[in-house]
């Protein structure tokens, strides 16, 4: 660990991704007691430094997904936010903004929202099996495409569509905890980047970054290996990467 003001995220040396799904980055940010929402969402656990970080890593990728819950509480759009990370991913050949994408099970999502309403990049609403028709229909009048997963399996299966269907090499997933669990049980993640805001929040119940009712046991622990960590002074953050390893596969 050493001092910095931040990391650059922006080019990142990223293996090449499996053939049958995306190669998946987390970014996650989150209090010294372990929650990543005040009040119902992220706001007041990072800095600006941190959503900084968020936007140099949507340069990497080619989708960036939420899950529902994410989407109602804090929106959900890849845009960068700045004209120079704009260019870094037209220079290495990729579209202006990564495909935005969403996981539902009910199809209860805020259709006034921008991921739904903003016409400068792509969306795609992958839904559980089952979704009710009238929801969908709703869905596809904003202009997004629907693709109803599986019953059995249905992360693999969205992973598979990502890669094979959007061309999607790269995914960063940006919450919230249960879509996180889901990816965890079908080693879907790759690697996992937190920023350890300088907060505590409080609260027996509060959320943790990873969903489920249930923790794993010994045996089933994902281990985790720090590939970086950066200290910042001046907002007393500390941004760590991480690559998963699952047992059994290593």
């Known amino acids: 660990m050493h001092a910095a003001s931040k990391p650059d995220y922006t080019r990142l040396d990223l293996p090449e991704p ?30 600006k430094t941190d959503q900084r970080l968020m936007r140099e890593l949507r340069v990497n990728v080619d ?11 804090s929106g959900a759009s890849p845009r960068l936010g700045d004209e ?21 099970a009910s199809g209860d999502l805020p ?19 089952g979704l009710p028709v009238e929801r969908r229909s ?10 109803e997963l599986p019953a059995d399996d ?4 969205m992973l598979w569509h990502m890669r094979h269907d959007f061309g ?17 049980e079908c080693n879907g993640i790759d690697e996992y980047f937190m920023t350890l805001g300088p907060v505590l929040v409080g609260g027996r119940h509060g959320l943790g970054a990873i969903g489920g009712d249930e923790g794993w046991s010994r045996d089933e622990l994902r281990q985790l290996e720090l590939l970086a ?21 290593e």
């Open 18 to 47: 499996p053939e049958h799904r995306p190669y998946v980055l987390v970014n996650m940010v989150m209090s010294v007691d372990g929650k990543i929402v005040v009040e119902g969402n992220e706001q007041g656990i990072g800095s």
């Open 84 to 104: 120079t990370l704009e260019a870094v991913r037209i220079q290495q050949g990729k579209a202006r903004f990564p495909i935005s994408s969403v996981l539902t």
């Open 138 to 147: 709703a869905i596809e009048e904003t202009g997004r495409s629907v693709i």
């Open 111 to 129: 259709l006034d929202r921008v991921f739904f309403t903003a016409s400068d990049f792509d969306a795609v609403v992958f839904a559980a099996a």
């Open 154 to 157: 249905p992360i693999p299966a």
């Open 229 to 249: 960590a950066v200290t910042n002074p001046a907002t007393s953050e500390i941004y760590t990467r991480w690559r998963v390893h699952y047992p059994g596969k």
């Open 63 to 73: 989708m960036v997904m939420n899950g529902a819950s994410t989407l109602r509480q």
């Open 168 to 184: 999607a090499r790269y995914l960063l997933v940006e919450g919230g905890a249960e879509l996180n669990r889901a990816l965890l």
